[in-house]
Structure formats: C-alpha cells, structure tokens
C-alpha cells in the first residue's frame, strides 16, 4: 500500500538531547513537510521540501533541522535549541508542489522530552 | 484567508447522516473550501474539497451554497469510526511551486468534534 510512515509513534528523550524522527512516503509526491501540533491546537509548519535537496523553514523552524537526499524521505531533527519540544509531529505529502491544499498526512510521532 | 466558524461538537446516532456546518462570509472567488478530520492521536485525513459546485466521493459530499458563504459536509451513514474533530478550510489553490511557505500552510481551527453514538 502507498503511504506515509512515521517511526516511532512514541519517543521519549532528556531534556538537551537531539533526537530525529524518520517520514518516509512511497507515493512519488515532490513535496514533503513537518508540522507540529500541541494539545487542542491546529498545526504549525516547521518544514516544507518542495524537490529533493532544497527545503524551506516555515513559521516555527528554530530549533529543527531537516534533509531531503532522497525523494521519499524527509527526517526531522529536534536538536537541544527547541525550547519546548514535547509535541504530536506530523509529516505530510502533496503530489506536486504548490498546486492544492489535498496533503496526505502519516500517522505522526508523539514526542516526550524530559 | 478567509475565516470559518463551525460549532464545536456535535452528536450523531450510528447509522444516520451527519451534517456538518461550516461558515466562511468572508470567502474570496478563488478560494476552496477543504474538509480534513483527525481522529484521536493521528495524522489529519483529507475528505473532500470544493469551489463552488457541490462535490462528491466515497467518503463524504460537500454542499457550497450559492452564495458561497456557507457549507455543509455530508457523511451519509455514519459510522463509529467516523468519531473525529472535522476541520474546515478555506485557502487559495497555491499559485506554483515557489510561492512560499505561506502557500502551504495548512491552519486549522478548533474544528467541530464529531460523536457518532451507537
């Protein structure tokens, strides 16, 4: 089945540790992002890759890095900068970069930082 | 973008159509109206999008009044699964592949919290 895969669902870590979590889509879509959601808010755009090798901060990017080498994969780093980065992450994909608002969505990472 | 208001919870008995309300008076001639919903703990799900026809697929139907100020999202046989908050969109279609990250952006509101009861 074509899809989006988020890994883990669940992530705990210390307070000062970096730590990545893995988006991975076999959909051939060009454009990936990340998001991030806290409890009863909508979400917020850290990241977005339009092709491979390029990518864009969105509203909320300090304290996350990414990469994009490879069209079906997009991780993001949450490095010790993020001042509050316990939060649900959500990794999304469209078929053609900036043509509709119909993003395919992974299940995301739940991540815990103490 | 224009706003939307929709009512924060709803309830629907198992089996029967849920409608869903969305306002958006403020909705320009070149924006869409999106449906998404997220169940509990996971990735939001597209529904259905329209412009001003109404608009059918397997999951669900959207209504756009003719004025354009108003909708409703139809799902005809709801189901336990169905449970969600259901959020309604307004955007325009990004115009191209660099049109920066405001493009992209989805924001979602507080969304209507669907209860299908058995």
């Known amino acids: 089945d074509g899809g989006i895969t988020q890994s883990p669902k669940y992530l705990f870590r210390k307070e000062g540790q970096n730590v990545t979590l893995s988006c991975e889509q076999n959909?051939?879509?060009?454009?990936m992002y990340w998001y991030r959601q806290d409890p009863g808010q909508g979400l917020r755009l850290i990241y977005y890759?339009?092709?491979?090798?390029?990518?864009q901060k969105g509203d909320i990017a300090e304290g996350y890095s990414v990469s994009r080498e490879k069209k079906e994969s997009f991780p993001l780093t949450v490095t010790s900068a993020q001042k509050n980065p316990t939060a649900f992450y959500l990794c999304?994909?469209?078929?053609?970069?900036?043509?509709?608002?119909?993003?395919?969505f992974g299940p995301g990472t739940r991540l815990t930082v103490t | 973008d224009a706003k939307t208001t929709q009512p924060p919870s709803m309830d629907c008995a198992e089996g029967r159509a849920a409608n869903l309300p969305c306002n958006h008076s403020?909705?320009?001639?070149?924006?869409?109206v999106y449906w998404y919903r997220q169940i509990h703990s996971q990735g939001p799900q597209y529904i259905i999008h329209?412009?001003?026809n109404n608009e059918t697929n397997e999951m669900a139907s959207l209504i756009i009044t003719e004025d354009r100020k108003s909708s409703t999202l139809i799902l005809p046989h709801a189901t336990l699964r169905d449970t969600a908050v259901y959020y309604c969109i307004v955007r325009e279609q990004a115009r191209g592949a660099y049109s920066g990250a405001g493009s992209y952006q989805l924001t979602f509101g507080k969304g209507t919290k669907l209860s299908v009861i058995p």
């Open positions: 999304a994909s469209t078929p053609t970069p900036g043509t509709t608002y119909e993003q395919y």
């Open positions: 959909l051939n879509h060009d454009a």
């Open positions: 329209g412009l001003k």
């Open positions: 890759s339009q092709i491979v090798n390029d990518f």
């Open positions: 403020t909705i320009s001639g070149n924006e869409y």
